[in-house]
């Protein structure tokens, strides 16, 4: 049976499963979910489409699903299975605990399935095993067990785009008997930003500007004032320090105090009127609403009182045994404290940038709470601790303007950081230098979000020197690796990078390229640290005039290096003889010796330890070169799918569901999708209008399939046998069928002017090296008959290029 415990952790019984609506992806295929979990053994998840029942087990689970079992085999492996089949049993990782309650977090993105222990996604990651075939249906989470018990609490589904930081502050903290130690060992697990934070500052002498003095005895008792201004209405002044409160005791002005600095507090029962006055009298309206409703409850249960009794009173947004997050964690108004930096009210340092001048003036006690670099500065003797200047250099106002934004409204202002990726590394930057873990934390999440085939290389050459940003570094590599071509070939921000990343990057197992000729330039270039884009044969020619060791200066050595990793079997023999007779492989040693061993190879099939060397293989996402010959030959892409891509006779590739294309206008006797996969001729066949973003045009598109994708470097069309010329139109492609890149751009072509006629164009430039799953035609002006100008007639298609 499965139980609730006063809603504080769920106990799943051996077999069984628990389903709730609530853990649901809000993306299908795209999702976190983070829990603790307490078992003797398999601590067992299931991820489905559907909800399933009590009794449902993923063994009897004849639908597509992911299994992750923590702790399988009595607790000795890792396992991870798709649709009832294992694909990864590992040993000693992600294993459970039966002594206490441990944290868990597991994210799946498109078949990316990440595991981790901890509170945080992406902190302690221990395994992450990529579907090559992704089930991007899942949504729903089940909690499941085997042969024991398995106890469950805090569980809590998050998009991946939330700030995963403050996960912490999402879940409820529910309670377990366990034992001391345990309980101990959870509390130590908080990193050391949870326990930053404004509580730190509770009645601090540091950085305080102004004090209470409480109590006949004139006790006093430190403040901030823009704490204080940001939490309700005190007496404040610039000029005035000091504020007198004779008729209050300190314990009540304690309470007060720690209520607005950490969101929480004690006080006994005989005291919360007092506490209520006080609260009132300062206009701190979720303390008086706290100690309201807690007076209320009293009075209803009247056998609960008890004069020498503690209540404790928490700002409703905090969770107990949790550090609350500043400001949106405690009882601090945010238009107040975004008021307080806009005008520098009761501001106690001036913020100076080398070259900038003056850029801020905010309070130290809001820059301290966030970093503790700031704090020690603040605090520790340095000039800053008794001087009101601080000076900083090589640091971007823009960037530090922002971070001082983010730091008194706890957002990222997305409008200002949208508009220029530039900006959002400088931040990074930043936050990682002054120890700001929740910025970190927001601008890698955002990177992840915006990374792109043209924002990877800039963000390698940040992420690569923060140890803090590993996951994103690494995810960076792998993007770059899979688009490698465009990213070695759209710009030369690649040469920036260091050794260690670029050398990741030519060894990464995803690496994809169509050429390993592209591989050996992008090595040379690097090496020289090149200012343009060229091939080897213009190295060959500098080498004429400058040794190696001038060309490539300090970078010699790890060229040397990298060409190791350059599959020269894997090139034309031609091209080797080539490189062969090159100008480089005389003054290269190692280059000389890579590729006479490529043309043992490829001439007499000899190799040293072929079947273990990597050079001698193909690389498993290399691309199949389907190279443009004449009009209506039979190197397409259509044409190959209908092959079923090189394994049987042709057949109509619609017809054997290997490629979908359809138009712009409903099927029917003249616009049928199958013709222009038929490779035979038609008198008519056109994609009729239709309106799309308010503008009148007309398209035929073609869909590769699901886990296929294709750089285009060619492609071909075949009027039908009317005279609707086509003059503008373009060719586009997408990945999922929405968002269209403009592949080539036709406006005035009056290259098509006869009935049934074939015409052909390249695609150039950098979005001919970007991959593609959609692609269409589409007409964007009139074709020049008068009658139905918006018909766009063509009765054939076939695309080439790099095909995966």
Known sequence: MMEMKEKKFLTVAPFECTWRKDLKFREAGRGCVAFEAFAHNDVTLVFRENVGSQHYHYKRDNSPHYTIILGSHRNKRLKIEVDGKPVVDVAGVGLCSSSAFQSYWI?????LISIGKGRYPFQNLVFQWLDSNPNCSVQYVGLSSWDKHVGYRNVNVLP???????????????????????????????????????????????????VFIVDTEERPVPAHKAILEASGNFPL?????????????????????????????????????????????????????????????????????????????????????????????????????????LTGKFSDTSLYIEGQGLVAQPHKIILSLWSVPFAKMFTNGMSETMSSEVSLRDVSPEAFKAMLEFMYSGELDMEVIMDSS????????????????????????TLLECLSEDSVGPILQVVSSIPSCKHIEETCERKFAMHFDYCTTASLAFILLDETTFSNIIQHPDLTVTSEEKVLNAILMWGLGAKELYGWEVVDELIINLAPEHLFGERLLSVHDLLRFVRFPLLPHALLKKLEKSRISRHIHNFDNLVEEAINYVEFGLARLENQNARFQHRRSSYKELQYICDGDSNGVLYFAGTSYGKHQWVNPVLSKRIIITASSPPSRYTDPKVLASRTYQGTSFAGPRMQDGHRCAWWAVDTGQDHQLMCSYYTLRQDGSRAYMRSWNLQG???????????????????????????????????????????????????????????????????????
Not at 247 to 264: E, F, K, S
Not at 323 to 340: E, H, I, R, Y
Request: charged share 20%; proline share 5%; hydrophobic share 35%.
């Open 107 to 111: 994210s799946i993105y498109d078949g």
């Open 422 to 445: 530039a900006l959002l590394l400088q931040l990074l930057f930043l936050a990682d230098q002054f120890g700001v873990t929740l910025l970190l934390q927001e601008c890698c999440k």
């Open 734 to 804: 997408s990945l999922d069928g929405k968002t269209w890149t403009n592949l080539r751009i036709h406006e005035n072509d009056q290259t098509v002017c006869k009935p049934g006629q074939f015409a052909s164009w390249p695609i150039v430039g950098p979005n001919a090296l970007l991959p593609f799953r959609f692609f269409r035609v589409i007409l964007t002006s009139p074709t020049t008959d008068a009658s139905n100008p918006w018909n766009f007639s063509i009765c054939f298609l076939e695309l080439y290029g790099y095909f995966h």
């Open 237 to 341: 002044s610039s000029s005035e320090d000091v504020v007198h409160l004779k008729d209050v005791n300190y314990p009540v002005l304690h309470a007060l105090l720690q209520y607005i600095y950490t969101g929480r507090t004690q006080i006994p029962e005989s005291q919360l009127g007092f506490l209520r006055a006080l609260g009132l009298h300062f206009e701190v309206v979720s303390l008086v609403k706290q100690c309201e409703e807690t007076m209320e409850r009293l009075k209803v249960n009247k056998r609960l009182f008890d004069s020498g009794k503690n209540v404790e009173l928490s700002y409703p947004s905090t969770r107990p045994h949790c550090c609350a997050t500043f400001p949106s964690g405690l009882p601090v108004n945010l238009q107040k404290l975004k008021q307080l930096h």
């Open 160 to 210: 991946l785009r939330h700030n995963h930081i403050s996960l912490r502050q999402h879940v409820d903290c529910g309670e377990l008997e366990v034992e001391e130690d345990a309980e101990e060992d959870l509390k130590n697990e908080f990193t050391d930003y949870e326990k930053w934070g404004l509580a730190n500052f509770l009645e601090s002498w540091e950085l305080s500007d102004m």
